[in-house]
């Protein structure tokens, strides 16, 4: 039992709600070191959308409202925080969703399936194919979902596939709270925010932009300079740390 009052709440109910996931068959073990590693660094950016991170946000929206073929990918961890989150970015984005798992197994897609659905979300089903250069299951995907898509929203994601996904031409838009992976390196845009805070403020922008806008904020971002801001504002708090 958490109490209430516990100055660590939210995260202690986040973190067993997590472990509830595992048991479920939603979360893979490991995704529970991720988010660890995802912990540590949102204390170092405040535990807070940055002015960066929110740029970001309207860019990624942009990027999803212009695209053609918009796809988010979803893995246990994304679907274990923030189902309702991709329900909604679902509904303003126009966006398809698919299931796509490091961790792959039949039965943990069918349960991640079954679990978005119940929020609500329109889940793309089917028999996937290797359809990315990758030696591990994030390879499988659907033709007409990922393998079709020209812009592609990845949470917590691996380098390798979004890599491969740069590399087959498609515009990836990564929600990492590391600045420093590869996969935040290696994105078009990368959002350095604690999924659950990104997912509603890419949503919010969906809902406001103008076409004009979306025009604009899809072509207006730097990634070098979005990730050398989260860098800085680590930096920053930590030399503000013990003032
Ligand atoms: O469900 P599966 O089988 O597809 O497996 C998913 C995981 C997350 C286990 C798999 O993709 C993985 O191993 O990912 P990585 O390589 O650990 O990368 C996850 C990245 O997400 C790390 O850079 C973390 O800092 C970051 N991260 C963790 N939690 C969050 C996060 N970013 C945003 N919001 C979070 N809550």
Redesign the pocket.
């Known amino acids: 039992m958490i109490p209430h009052d516990h100055p660590r709440y939210r995260s202690l109910k986040v973190r067993e709600h997590l472990a509830r996931c595992v048991k479920e068959g939603i979360?893979?073990l490991?995704?529970l070191?991720?988010?660890g590693?995802?912990?540590?660094?949102?204390y170092l950016i405040g535990e807070r959308t940055t002015e960066s991170a929110l740029q970001a946000e309207r860019s990624a929206a942009a990027l999803l409202l212009i695209a053609r073929k918009p796809v988010i990918s979803v893995?246990?961890?994304t679907?274990a925080?923030a189902p309702g989150g991709i329900a909604l970015l679902q509904q303003a984005s126009n966006a398809a969703v698919e299931v796509?798992?490091?961790?792959?197994t039949d039965e943990?897609v069918r349960k991640?399936t079954c679990l978005l659905e119940k929020y609500g979300v329109q889940v793309l089903k089917g028999e996937g194919d290797r359809l990315l250069p990758l030696s591990h299951d994030?390879a499988f995907c659907l033709k007409e979902g990922i393998g079709a898509a020209d812009v592609v929203l990845v949470?917590?994601?691996?380098?390798d596939r979004c890599q491969a996904l740069r590399e087959m031409g498609k515009t990836v838009i990564a929600?990492?709270?590391?600045p420093l992976?590869r996969?935040?390196m290696c994105a078009s845009l990368t959002i350095v925010?604690?999924?659950?805070r990104?997912l509603p403020g890419i949503t919010q922008f969906c809902r406001e932009l103008t076409k004009e806008e979306a025009q604009i904020f899809s072509t207006k971002y730097n990634n070098r300079e979005i990730l050398r801001s989260a860098i800085q504002e680590i930096h920053s708090r930590l030399d503000h740390a013990l003032d």
Do not use: K, M, Q, Y
């Open positions: 979360l893979s490991e995704g070191t991720a988010h590693r995802g912990e540590a660094f949102d893995n246990g961890n679907a925080l796509n798992l490091f961790h792959r943990r991640i994030r949470p917590l994601e691996d380098g929600i990492d709270l590391n992976s996969t935040a925010d604690e999924v659950t990104a």
